[in-house]
């Protein structure tokens, strides 16, 4: 049996080269996470927009372009450059955000854009010390815990994603769903955050009539001052209300996009939205693509994905005191046997993105 050293280490020998490779991955990690700072200051003070597009530059004319101090510029330019994130020519001093860049950190509207994740971080990282007493005690930390910036990129990370495949490639995936929907119908948006994916399906389908529910009133209140600007207010509106007690019932289509796994009683809310379903109505469950299996997850998404379990997902579910804590990589049996015990017998896999698994559910 090998004994341990005082720092809990194994005090037999070791593969020096293994320890080292190790090192090397672990002194990356640390960069990444450092350098993430960086990419959150360059998204939120418009240094990657005002790059995108301009061509070569110094870091004089971007402080000029973007009213900012040069030498904070010219900092932030060089481990741009470390990251390899940005181009840098020695013989001109010039910076270039390349075109393939500015389509992830610069430009919202593109389905490639990323910068969300780091507003992500800005809020879980203020929270460790919650987590850390979290695992201690067993209880959880609330979204509500957590700072606007959560609300805000969580909305921002997904965009994206819902802009290029809801419409043209889910919705279509669910059999006779758009024929519902283009002759009008009600549908039910659980969960809605900001209402994104509440104001792109009312755009897509002018017929329709859309409800968003959300326990949470800033994101609410956001949602609708995003559904009064796109000119949707006369046929989508959003509520408080929780997924277990939002009201209405005889909806064509309830969907759950990225949340289900955050609530303490998914079995709940899924009971609740079979009673509020009509007859032939479905239910749309959109859910990370990670697997139960950890092994399975090694790959850059699924540590995203699971990671962001551990910082938000779990401790959420665990802070409602609900009966089940699922975390985001409960896998689809787990999320199947839930739907199939509140009535929700018809499942099946509709589609599937490198972010997310969309599931077609119904009575």
């Known amino acids: ?7 809990g280490a194994p005090s037999g020998a070791v593969d020096q080269e293994r320890v080292q490779r190790f090192l090397e991955k672990v002194i990356a990690d640390g960069g990444a996470a450092m350098a993430g700072l960086c990419t959150s200051l360059g998204d939120r003070l418009g240094l990657y927009a005002a790059m995108a597009g301009a061509g070569p530059l110094t870091s004089a004319r971007l402080a000029a372009r973007t009213g900012l101090v040069e030498r904070y510029v010219r900092e932030w330019l060089d481990a741009q450059v470390a990251g390899e994130y940005v ?58 815990e957590h700072s606007p910036a959560l609300f805000a990129g969580t909305a921002k990370f997904f965009r994206p994603g819902y802009t290029a495949a809801l419409v043209p490639e889910w919705l279509t995936a669910l059999d006779g769903v758009v024929e519902k929907l ?84 998914p079995g709940g809310a899924l009971l609740h939205a079979e009673h509020a379903l009509a007859d032939g109505g479905t239910c749309m469950i959109v859910e990370p693509n990670a697997s139960a299996n950890a092994q ?41 046997q839930i739907a199939d015990d509140a009535g929700l017998h018809h499942w099946r896999l509709a589609a599937e993105s490198p972010v997310n698994r969309v599931y077609a559910v119904g009575r």
């Open 1 to 7: 049996m090998a004994t341990s050293t005082s720092a």
């Open 87 to 144: 181009t840098y020519t020695p013989e001109t001093d010039t910076y270039q955000l390349p075109d393939e860049h500015a389509a992830v950190l610069a430009d919202p509207d593109r389905s490639t854009y990323a910068a969300g994740f780091f507003t992500v971080l800005q809020a879980v990282y203020a929270t460790e010390d919650s987590l850390r007493e979290a695992f201690r005690t067993g209880e959880g930390v609330g979204w509500e």
């Open 182 to 265: 283009e002759r009008g119908a009600r549908v039910a948006d659980v969960g809605c955050g900001y209402g994104y994916s509440t104001t792109l399906m009312a755009r897509a389908f002018p017929r329709s009539y859309f409800r968003g529910f959300d326990f949470h009133r800033p994101s609410v209140e956001a949602a609708r001052g995003i559904a009064a600007e796109r000119g949707l207010a006369d046929r989508v509106s959003f509520d408080v209300a929780t997924a277990q007690d939002f009201p209405g019932e005889g909806f064509d289509l309830i969907t759950f996009f990225d949340c289900l796994h955050d609530i303490g009683d």
């Open 296 to 336: 399975e997850n090694t790959n850059p998404v699924g540590r995203a994905l699971t990671a962001a379990s551990v910082a938000v997902c779990l401790p959420s579910a665990l802070a409602q005191h609900g009966p089940q804590a699922l975390g985001n990589h409960a896998g689809e049996e787990a999320i199947r």
